[in-house]
């Protein structure tokens, strides 16, 4: 039987599920996926009106952080009749994206399994985006409208700011809709981020990245627990983190941490013990203004969800390359 997640409290590394797949595990979460709920996911599907999840390449440049800078696309013909294309300046997490497990590490504990900072380099392919494109990643999507939840509750609700998700909030959406758990679904969150962002001009979006904000996970210990004890195989948003951005207040604060001198400050975030400790699965920057739209439409928010990141054998993330079908 699987631990609950207050027994990983009491873990040789607390919180984390290393001892529960093993410390060679390289697919985390995705273990929850085993054949008899993929089969029975499956059977979701009743109309066959599909739902791509993934945002154009360049979706959103200029990229929130200013770290992932456009992509260029080429196309070149060796004759009248033929052509062929190459990419340069492709970032992987820069739209709709999947982070692998070698993404994000925790700096008491290392890397997922307890892989060492120092091992996590160039040249190492352990914890890549590979393993979760070889074994391909379907199951019981469910979609948690939250602002369409804000919005018919009458309740004040502002995608531009920093808005945290408990998980008397998150069930609270699954009554309103209602969806029940099963264990090894996977819960997608729209926000309405995605959707504000690329309705943006240029110059809106220059004028917002200097003030970004965005709604999501509630950095709490509580939340990692419901989405442990719910057995969540892979959760997603429309938003560039999942969780909360910035971080206001946390659980997760290490004493006498100070910010890395580049990149973001991974402080208090919930990628730390989500990623390196629970390794679980986590998409960002999702496109759910369709899928949710068809939800509202038709009352049903559960559906077979597939993704398959791309075959790059140590990739740090990739597009998700995600469909839902109903």
Excluded at 204 to 222: D, I, K, M, T
Aim: net charge negative; proline share 6%; with cysteine.
């Amino acid at each position: 039987m699987l631990p609950t997640y207050d027994e990983l409290t009491r873990a040789e590394v607390a919180g984390s599920s290393w001892d529960v797949f093993g410390r060679d595990d390289q697919l985390g979460t995705i273990n929850f996926l085993t054949p008899e709920r993929v089969a029975s996911a499956a059977r979701l599907v009743r109309t066959g009106r599909r739902f791509n999840l993934d945002h154009p390449v360049n979706a959103f440049e200029p990229y929130p952080t200013g770290t992932r800078p456009r992509t260029e696309h080429h196309v070149f013909a060796n004759n009248e009749f033929h052509r062929d294309d190459w990419l340069d300046s492709f970032y992987l997490q820069s739209t709709s994206q999947l982070d692998a497990l070698r993404h994000i590490g925790h700096p008491e504990h290392g890397f997922y399994g307890g892989l060492a900072a120092e091992d996590n380099n160039e040249s190492s392919t352990r914890l890549g985006i590979h393993n979760w494109a070889e074994s391909g990643i379907a199951g019981r999507g469910v979609l948690l409208d939250v602002a369409r939840f804000f919005t018919e509750e009458g309740l004040p609700y502002d995608c531009e700011q920093t808005i945290a998700f408990d998980e008397d909030l998150l069930e609270r959406v699954a009554r309103r809709q209602g969806v029940s758990w099963r264990g090894g679904d996977m819960v997608l969150l729209r926000t309405g981020w995605a959707e504000n962002y690329v309705a943006k001009s240029a110059e809106e979006r220059v004028e917002f990245n200097r003030r970004n904000r965005s709604p999501g996970l509630a950095q709490r210990e509580s939340v990692l627990r419901w989405l442990w004890d719910h057995e969540i195989a892979l959760v997603a948003s429309d938003t560039p983190a999942v969780e909360a951005d910035p971080v206001i207040e946390s659980d997760f604060r290490l004493p006498g941490e100070k910010p890395p001198e580049r990149g973001v400050d991974h402080s208090g975030m919930l990628h730390r013990p989500l990623i390196a400790l629970l390794g679980m699965a986590m998409g960002e920057l999702w496109k759910l203004d369709d899928l949710a739209a068809d939800c509202a439409a038709d009352g049903v928010h559960e559906f077979f969800l597939t993704c398959k990141p791309l075959y790059l054998v140590g990739g740090v993330g990739s597009p998700p390359n995600a469909l839902a079908i109903k």
